[in-house]
């Protein structure tokens, strides 16, 4: 793993918005909350982290969507005083990362929270929670017609620790669905906080098969 240098919360909200904007699951929710408060979809296609009442309006509009109901606790749990990091991974370093510990993830990976192991799956037609894997497919489609899609947020307790992926499942299981298409070098944004390892969704990776 390369970093590339450390970034703040603002900048770790705007990629988490942008990655969701483009998510099968969560665009249109995304969208339609834009809509509904007036703002232009460039406030997170091209943000300006600079502008203090743009990073607090991303910030209200993440909680409004993803901060309530069944996504709360994905938000309201991680813990403070993650430091955030830009990097790049190696295609075999993002082979080694997990899903965040979540039903539908561990089924659809046997049990492995692999995203490897899950698109192996993909590929022999299994699914899970009889959901199709079209939303899989798609996003490697585009992800191997060169469209970007956002950076996939991953959190630890630290460097030596399992890397847990906090935004980007979807598209991580698209790009190891497709290795092909996989660059030398895959950007990332990555927090390490020794209290991940108490965030309900990191459960133990270290042991995952």
Request: charged content about 25%; proline content about 7%.
């Amino acid at each position: 793993m390369r970093v590339i240098g450390r970034v703040d919360e603002a900048e770790v909200i705007a990629e988490f918005l942008r990655g969701e904007l483009g998510s099968p699951r969560f665009g249109a929710r995304v969208r339609a909350r834009l809509e509904q408060d007036g703002r232009d979809v460039d406030v997170i296609e091209h943000p300006d982290t600079t502008n203090g009442a743009d990073n607090a309006y991303r910030a209200t509009l993440l909680h409004a969507y993803r901060g309530v109901g069944g996504s709360a606790p994905l938000l309201e749990s991680l813990p403070d005083g993650i430091e955030w990091s830009r990097v790049e991974l190696e295609p075999d370093e993002l082979r080694n990362v997990r899903y965040m510990d979540y039903p539908y993830w561990n089924e659809l990976s046997a049990g492995s929270r692999s995203p490897a192991r899950a698109a192996a799956g993909i590929r022999a037609g299994v699914t899970a929670m009889d959901r199709p894997n079209d939303a899989f497919h798609a996003v490697a489609e585009r992800i191997c017609a060169g469209e970007a899609l956002g950076t996939p947020i991953l959190v630890a307790p630290d460097v030596n620790a399992p890397l847990v992926i906090l935004e980007g499942h979807t598209r991580v299981t698209a790009m190891l669905l497709r290795p092909e298409c996989l660059p030398e070098r895959l950007d990332a944004i990555v927090g390490h906080a020794p209290a991940v390892r108490s965030w309900m969704f990191y459960g133990t990776p270290e042991v995952a098969a």
